[in-house]
T-cell receptor
Framework: GESVGLHLPTLSVQEGDNSIINCAYS??????FIWYKQESGKGPQFIID?????DKRQGQRVTVLLNKTVKHLSLQIAATQPGDSAVYFCAETEYGNNRLAFGKGNQVVVIP | GAVVSQHPSRVICKSGTSVKIECRSLDFQATTMFWYRQFPKKSLMLMAT?????????EQGVEKDKFLINHASLTLSTLTVTSAHPEDSSFYIC??????????FGPGTRLTVT
């Protein structure tokens, strides 16, 4: 069950600054990773993905970095905007296996 | 991108009753759909894999008789919470993808059991 009073790690960032969100994944066999954005009361929204044969991938205003040695994933958001305020989750899976394992989530709060 | 819908978006039911939640892929066919559960300020927990035309595959610790899943067509999976109790109150989310690893999530269903 849930823990009363448990808060997600929160990153407060000034509008226009860059944000970096980190994620440690657990399964060494995972070879496909995805970042999702979830706004309050909504389902997760795909942001960007990366396969294990890459260590960096860029999208529009977002960059994902993968360090397989230490099983670490990060999401960088450039020029953070108020609309970026949300909870961000990383997810891992083995390519071809659609079962996703989600990380704990990070709350991003953009200060206007 | 592909669109996944859920119905209802919110439901309140009395303890002991059953509630059915629908997940639909609107513009693609999905032989596999997934059901997740999410508590406030927590991550998504995979409950089960819904397989079109066959039995669902449940994750460890998820009661299959409690959470009945039916995937009767290539665009619809249903999750029925049977004999609901207050501890079943949660945010239920489904996902599906038109091919391989791409997963698109529904908007979620907020279940409150009183």
């Amino acid at each position: 069950g849930e823990s009363v009073g448990l808060h997600l790690p929160t990153l407060s960032v000034q509008e226009g600054d860059n944000s970096i969100i980190n994620c440690a994944y657990s399964n060494s066999a995972s070879d496909y990773f995805i970042w999702y954005k979830q706004e309050s009361g909504k389902g997760p929204q795909f942001i960007i993905d990366i396969r294990s044969n890459m260590d960096k991938r860029q999208g529009q205003r977002v960059t994902v970095l993968l360090n397989k040695t230490v099983k670490h994933l990060s999401l960088q958001i450039a020029a953070t905007q108020p609309g970026d305020s949300a909870v961000y989750f990383c997810a891992e899976t083995e390519y071809g296996n659609n079962r996703l394992a989600f990380g704990k989530g990070n709350q991003v709060v953009v200060i206007p | 991108g592909a669109v996944v819908s859920q119905h209802p978006s919110r439901v309140i039911c009395k303890s002991g009753t059953s509630v059915k939640i629908e997940c639909r892929s609107l513009d693609f066919q999905a032989t596999t759909m997934f059901w997740y559960r999410q508590f406030p300020k927590k991550s998504l927990m995979l409950m089960a894999t819904s397989n079109e035309g066959s039995k669902a595959t449940y994750e460890q610790g998820v009661e299959k008789d409690k959470f009945l899943i039916n995937h009767a067509s290539l665009t619809l999976s249903t999750l029925t919470v049977t004999s609901a109790h207050p501890e079943d109150s949660s945010f239920y989310i489904c996902s599906a993808g038109p091919q391989g690893y791409e997963q698109y999530f529904g908007p979620g269903t907020r279940l409150t059991v009183t």
